[in-house]
């Protein structure tokens, strides 16, 4: 059986993709084919084109963590795409 990971060590690659995503948007005005790309072994992400995927690499496209906010007025990160993500990685009990 896996090893249980912490709900720290989770959140915190959460927070990585999160923060990832809101670079994105900071600095694009349209969608990209580009994704954020997760290497299962050594849960390292970046966003990358997936031109550019190596073989160990998981890609996600990013529209997929991105919502409009509550006032419908401005794009931003949708948490909850985030933290699945995340939770498809670590194994928590």
């Known amino acids: ?18 923060d990832l995503i809101l670079e994105y948007l900071d600095n694009n005005v349209t969608f990209t084919e580009e994704g954020v790309a997760v290497n299962p072994k050594t849960k390292e992400i970046k966003l990358i084109s997936p031109k550019e995927l190596g073989s160990n690499w ?3 496209p990013i529209a997929q963590f991105i919502r409009k906010n ?24």
């Open 58 to 60: 998981e890609f996600y």
């Open 70 to 93: 509550e006032a419908g007025t401005a794009l931003e990160p949708d948490v909850d795409a985030t933290l699945d993500l995340a939770d498809k990685y670590f194994f928590l009990r």
């Open 1 to 18: 059986m896996k090893a249980a990971d912490s709900y720290v060590t989770r959140n915190l690659f959460n927070e990585e993709v999160f």
